[in-house]
């Protein structure tokens, strides 16, 4: 069984910067990508930034674009969320997501049911 595990979160003002880390733990020889979903109270979960295992593809919702980069750690068992330039909207519950198998499909990636793995989630606030 997979466990993924984050941290990094904390609370910013506009403009500032976080980075959001996720471990996976456990059976995790077999991972087609992980990535960053987030929600707010009262919304469902966006897709926020995939990485397909081994770094090859990146892909990042429309509006952290530009301000965002996901990344794996070279034990490829981590994968980090670089956030700049943060704004109040950013606020959010950040959760780190896994998918099984050997292939990610670039089509489902914003689908939350997607994935097969959820870690418990790290809280990023920023503040105006």
């Known amino acids: 069984q997979v466990q993924l595990v984050e941290s990094g979160g904390g609370s910013v003002q506009t403009g500032g910067s976080l980075t959001l880390s996720c471990a996976a733990s456990?059976?995790?020889?077999?991972?087609?990508?992980m990535g960053w979903f987030r929600q707010v109270p009262g919304k469902g979960r966006e897709g926020v930034a995939l990485v397909t295992t081994g770094g090859s593809y990146n892909y990042y919702a429309d509006s952290v674009k530009g301000r965002f980069t996901i990344s794996q750690g070279n034990a490829k068992n981590t994968v980090f969320l670089q956030m700049n330039n943060l704004k109040p909207e950013d606020t959010a519950m950040y959760y780190c997501?896994?998918?099984?198998?050997?292939?990610?499909?670039?089509?489902?990636?914003?689908?939350?049911?997607?994935?097969?793995?959820w870690g418990q989630g790290t809280q990023v606030t920023v503040s105006s």
């Open positions: 456990g059976d995790i020889d077999s991972r087609a990508c």
């Open positions: 997501v896994a998918k099984d198998g050997a292939y990610c499909w670039s089509g489902s990636w914003t689908i939350a049911e997607y994935y097969d793995h």
